[in-house]
């Protein structure tokens, strides 16, 4: 498989370059420069384990990596807490895939525990010697997983940009107290939004300069590099692998996903198993109160002239979701004119508007609904006393979209919720949900919550509290590239 970008035709790499380079070089995104998948055959996933289905799919995919059964065993062997790695949970009438049972209790594990596996084979296999320094913003769970999985991790260095205040205090602290000589953690004033447009600009400005003054090479561990994305695709055929074998569906029967969005990097991998020919039927997106992309999918208007809500969902509260490029290239046949055209009415205008035809097929494959801050503490306290069921904040928009995707249509299919994180990653709104007492220290809410319910406390998150805090600068958005410049020449984190 080769990358080229969304936006025009002048690259054309392969997998190992593109998950080196992250971002093309025009800004767009790096899509498989096919737009068919057939041929692939996933009736013979279904018998696999997990690692087995990684395998195939990283070889599909990423078909210039050598030694690929070696890079899947090291992402993944020990790091998760379940044998396998993303079960499924019959929750009601409805079905759950639980994606949190790794390092850092939230979905973005999955992905974030292969691609900096994938970064270093593909620098050494590449036989490249400049050192890679990694810049990610992240609107809390992404933070925490990249620094867990680029942690030590020879010839890298990685540093995180969250907004201040715009994080969970367990996540805050999560990246706070992050271990590892070549980590580090950095607020900024600012919203997700502002943060990731402030890692865009270090690319532009620094990328050639570094390469040349210091042999620094910058990449992304955002959802938008290829190597995030491919190890997403895995779990929506290991769901349908598990409705097979326990006889809840029948070999072609289709399935629906719902899943909790931001950044629309984890729906994007469901369009993607639709394409290699999983039995998908609809793609749910569940949005919280920044619901833009909910209008996006009812409409054909990308507008993200709104106000910017701070949400009890924060890992979703996002206004301009970068995959959506990926999707945008797809479903006007690999028009990167076009796309570029959208990309650039939407930095100037905020807002573009794709045609009907473009439309019909965006709804042919998706839906989309969502639930603000009531409604999603409604449902976890819904989903609680109905089936003893405890879910984070997230899942809550997603069981939400779910229902009522099901009320709207009538559809009895069955349907696969993505479960993102662990509820006890967002204890505080879980609290309320539960109407359990208010404590002051939120760490406090751990222990109540796991006495009140009897479920299990992730091991990543006990004693989250009683961890040496290491990172506690708070900066200016203008002042993000002055920093890295700075953590480059000095070089004390990162060698
Ligand atoms: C990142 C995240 C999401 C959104 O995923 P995208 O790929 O950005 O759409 C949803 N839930 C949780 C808990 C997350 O961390």
New binding site residues.
Partial sequence: MRYRSTRSSLENLSGREAVLQGIAGDGGLFVPDRMDFSGFSWESMMNLSTEGMAERIFEYFLDDFLEIPEIVARSYKGRFDDPEITPLKKVGDLYVLELFHGPTA???DVALSALPVLMSEARKQLGKEERILILTAT????GKAAMEGFKDVPGTGIIVFYPYGGVSPVQEMQMTTAEGRNVRAVAVRGNFDDTQTGVKKIFSLLTESLKRETGTTLSSAN?INIGRLVPQIVYYFKAYASLLSSGEIHPGDLVDYTV????????LAGYYAKKLGLPVGKLILAANRNNVLRDFIDTGVYDKNRPFYRTNSP??DILVSSNLERLLYDISGGDCDKVKGFMEKLGTEGRYEISGEMLARLQDSFAAFDADEEKSLRTIREVYDSCGYLI?T?TAVAFSAAGEYREKTGSMRPNVVLS??SAYKFPDAVREALDLPKMDDPFSVIPMIRDETGTKIPENLKDLDRKPVRFSDVIEIEEMPGYVEKAVESGEFYR
Wanted: net charge negative; no cysteine.
């Fill in positions: 939230a979905f973005k609107s809390g769970d992404t959802s909790p969005t931001g950044n629309f990097g984890d729906i890992s979703m984070d997230h993102t994180a």
